[in-house]
């Protein structure tokens, strides 16, 4: 921000120093119409013959919206789940390099580890499953999980605003990072916090995952 307003207020500075030094000294010789156009009208004129429709095609940016996928999920494919189980997960850290202050005092030596899960709570719960499988938003829709604002819906598949439309909540992608965390390896997956570390559960909600072409 600092960065943008510096050279703004240094043109205003400019600007303002030169028109307190401008000084009305007459008229001399002979005085002539400008000859060519207002600038601003000219722009105004050049501005309407844009065709905004020929630069942004309306049909083909809902298009890329409807059917957005995050570059890292392409080569994601997690199966169905084909059976229930229950797994946990222990989030404790180990730091790989030393944590310092301001003043370059190691606070927090390498190899230091901890729980966030000590020092946080998570009220709510995350449920991660495929958006294409008619099977799977079919179950997501008569669960306890569908009315609860507190649980966080993310998919790895499908259209996030179809299903945000569909669902009337919000509907998110999942990524990469928190499937390595929590160690997803099926859909559906309900993660939870239970006490000091993570409950992974995962639902299996139909025999053969119907997946929409």
Same mark, same amino acid.
């Given at each position: 921000?600092?960065?943008?307003?510096? #050279?703004?207020?240094?043109?205003?500075?400019?600007?303002?120093?030169?028109?307190?030094?401008?000084?009305?000294?007459?008229?001399?010789?002979?005085?002539?119409?400008?000859?060519?156009?207002?600038?601003?009208?000219?722009?105004?004129?050049?501005?309407?013959?844009?065709?905004?429709?020929?630069?942004?095609?309306?049909?083909?940016?809902?298009?890329?919206?409807?059917?957005?996928? #995050?570059?890292?999920?392409?080569?994601?494919?997690?199966?169905?789940?084909?059976?229930?189980?229950? *797994?946990?997960?222990?989030?404790?850290?180990?730091?790989?390099?030393?944590?310092?202050?301001?003043?370059?005092?190691?606070?927090?030596?390498?190899?230091?580890?901890?729980? #966030?899960?000590?020092?946080?709570?998570?009220?709510?719960?995350?449920?991660?499953?495929?958006?294409?499988?008619?099977?799977?938003?079919?179950? *997501?829709?008569?669960?306890?999980?569908?009315?609860?604002?507190?649980?966080?819906?993310?998919?790895?598949?499908?259209?996030?605003?179809?299903?945000?439309?569909?669902?009337?909540?919000?509907?998110?992608?999942?990524?990469?990072?928190?499937?390595?965390?929590?160690?997803?390896?099926?859909?559906?997956?309900?993660?939870?916090?239970?006490?000091?570390?993570?409950?992974?559960?995962?639902?299996?909600?139909?025999?053969?995952?119907?997946?929409? #072409?």
């Amino acid at each position: 921000m600092i960065k943008f307003l510096l #050279p703004v207020l240094v043109l205003i500075c400019v600007t303002f120093s030169v028109t307190c030094m401008a000084k009305d000294l007459g008229v001399f010789g002979a005085v002539y119409d400008i000859a060519e156009k207002d600038a601003l009208k000219e722009i105004e004129e050049k501005a309407k013959e844009v065709d905004v429709n020929r630069i942004i095609n309306r049909g083909d940016l809902a298009r890329k919206v409807k059917n957005y996928t #995050p570059g890292d999920l392409k080569d994601v494919k997690l199966p169905p789940a084909r059976k229930e189980r229950t *797994f946990f997960v222990d989030m404790t850290y180990t730091l790989d390099r030393d944590i310092a202050d301001e003043r370059g005092n190691v606070i927090y030596p390498k190899g230091y580890t901890f729980n #966030p899960l000590h020092y946080v709570a998570y009220p709510g719960v995350i449920v991660i499953l495929d958006g294409k499988s008619q099977g799977q938003v079919a179950w *997501f829709r008569g669960s306890e999980y569908s009315k609860d604002m507190k649980t966080k819906l993310l998919i790895t598949d499908g259209s996030h605003a179809e299903l945000s439309n569909m669902l009337k909540r919000p509907v998110f992608f999942v990524n990469r990072a928190i499937i390595g965390v929590f160690q997803i390896k099926a859909v559906p997956s309900v993660v939870r916090q239970k006490e000091t570390i993570m409950e992974v559960r995962e639902i299996p909600v139909e025999k053969k995952s119907i997946r929409k #072409p």
